[in-house]
């Protein structure tokens, strides 16, 4: 069965970075895209970025773009989330989940939990 | 970028009783290929998101028929034919017709009254 995983989070400073992983398995992870989608505290879910199934084509929200990078190592069957210049707005679990335009976001990780605080 | 507005936020439901959660986007969900990319999710209490419908109607597998998704255009509805405790929690509209952002509603809150 499909099972994302990631891991990564934990308290960072402002203005530092952190990298999340995402490991897949159960299913040809080179054949899908993905996703990072984040949910502050008590909040709703926010879209933060997108990967094609080859790592040819990223897509990033505003509020990420020029900060985050999103990558992939097919070979790992792992997804990636580069956070740079890290905001106490960042704060919140960060989700994986599977798919490309069409059918995506049918499988989600459990999210890894990033603070960023002072 | 594609506002998406639910409605109500927060829905007290009895048990056995039907719901519907309404889901307003801001430009019609209708794609080029003639699909319209709007889907919906649950999130239980302490859970990942749950992915319950897709492309407007399609049940996920796995999900009781009680739920069902209709609409087209701009306007779509969530319904529950009749909740059950497991219902509870937190259900999200979602457009992915005109990405990027794919961009999610407010959330609606199922709660018992």
């Known amino acids: 069965q499909v099972h994302l995983v990631e891991s990564g989070g934990g308290v960072v400073q402002p203005g530092t970075s952190l990298k999340l992983s995402c490991a897949a398995s159960g299913f040809i992870f080179s054949r899908y895209g993905m996703h990072w989608v984040r949910q502050s505290p008590g909040k709703g879910l926010e879209w933060v970025a997108v990967?094609?199934?080859?790592?040819?084509?990223?897509n990033y929200g505003d509020s990420v773009k020029g900060r985050f990078t999103i990558s992939r190592d097919n070979s790992k069957n792992t997804l990636y989330l580069q956070m740079n210049s890290l905001r106490v707005d960042d704060t919140a679990v960060y989700y994986c989940?599977?798919?490309?335009?069409?059918?995506?976001?049918?499988?989600w990780g459990q999210g890894t939990l990033v603070t960023v605080s002072s | 970028d594609v506002v998406m507005t639910q409605s109500p936020l927060s829905l007290p439901v009895t048990f056995g009783q039907p719901v519907s959660i309404s889901c307003r986007s801001s430009?019609?969900?209708?794609?080029?290929?003639?699909?319209?990319?709007l889907t919906w999710f649950q999130q239980r209490p302490g859970q990942s998101p749950r992915r319950l419908i897709y492309k407007v109607s399609n049940r996920d597998s796995g999900v009781p028929d009680r739920f069902s998704g209709s609409g087209s255009g701009t306007d779509f509805t969530l319904k529950i034919s009749r909740v059950e405790a497991e219902d509870v929690g937190v259900y999200y509209c979602m457009q992915s017709t005109h990405w990027p952002p794919w961009t999610f509603g407010q959330g609606t809150k199922l709660e018992i009254k």
């Open positions: 990967i094609r199934h080859d790592g040819s084509n990223e």
């Open positions: 989940a599977r798919g490309w335009f069409g059918d995506e976001f049918d499988y």
């Open positions: 430009q019609s969900l209708v794609h080029s290929d003639g699909n319209t990319y």
